[in-house]
């Protein structure tokens, strides 16, 4: 069965930091594209950036030059650092398995960016 447990989110000023960590277990992690997806109040599902097994990565256009996705085969650890959060950045962040982010998913980490 495959778990997905997202952590690190929290209530950060604008222009601040934060490093989300999804820790995945009940499948061959390192095989699988993996994304992140974010959900804001009353909106859709948003694919944020996915990375491959070896490492190439892609950015919403959103969070490109903000944000960097990173991922330990080893640890079977997927990250997502996000730098220059802004207000709108204000969602629930899901890890997800696949190129777009519509495989099975974590419950979420909820990000909150305000001042």
């Known amino acids: 069965e495959v778990q997905l447990v997202e952590s690190g989110g929290g209530l950060v000023q604008p222009g601040g930091s934060l490093r989300l960590s999804c820790a995945a277990s009940g499948f061959t992690f390192g095989n699988y594209i993996m994304s992140w997806v974010r959900q804001a109040p009353g909106k859709g599902l948003e694919w944020v950036s996915n990375?491959?097994?070896?490492?190439?990565?892609h950015y919403a256009e959103a969070v490109k030059g903000r944000f960097t996705i990173s991922r330990s085969n080893a640890k079977n650890t997927l990250y997502l650092q996000m730098d220059s959060l802004k207000p709108e950045d204000t969602a629930v962040y899901h890890c997800?398995?696949?190129?777009?982010?519509?495989?099975?998913r974590g419950q979420g980490t909820q990000v909150t960016v305000s001042s």
């Open positions: 990375i491959d097994s070896f490492g190439n990565t």
């Open positions: 997800a398995t696949g190129p777009t982010g519509l495989g099975p």
